[in-house]
């Protein structure tokens, strides 16, 4: 084969590479759009089960999710209405405060004021 004949054969060679590095980007931008779809997809649908299970298990109360138990009182420690972790109230003096560091609720009630508060939301 001559050199004429052997640059041709580069040139469609590198022509079908590209077409191909084309059709492969094409088929990669596709797939991210899809994925991005489904990660926004499955986001929502965990905060649908989140608030699902927010409503079915716990109460609301003074800044403040209290679950009730199966003999219908209500669990002493107090849960995050943002993200349902533990609150704490530091030496029962300060009010109750998410668990979470990057969370930051903050509940209307005190440490102190706990077993008022239960009682509160028994005769609701």
């Known amino acids: 084969m001559g050199n004429t004949q052997s640059a041709a054969v580069l040139r469609d060679h590198i022509g079908l590479i590209k077409t191909r590095l084309e059709q492969l980007e094409q088929r990669n931008k596709q797939l991210e759009e899809e994925n991005a779809d489904f990660v926004k997809r499955m986001h929502e649908m965990q905060q649908q089960i989140a608030r699902d299970a927010k409503t079915s298990q716990y109460t609301e109360y003074r800044g403040a999710l ?12 107090p849960r ?3 993200c349902h972790s533990v609150m704490f109230s ?3 003096v300060m009010e109750f405060t998410c668990g979470k560091p990057t969370c930051g ?8 004021d706990l077993e008022s508060v239960l009682k509160e939301l028994e005769s609701l």
């Open 66 to 77: 209290f679950e009730r138990g199966a003999s219908g009182t209500y669990s002493k420690t």
């Open 90 to 92: 530091f030496q029962n």
């Open 80 to 82: 995050c209405p943002a």
């Open 105 to 112: 609720q903050i509940a209307n009630f005190t440490g102190f």
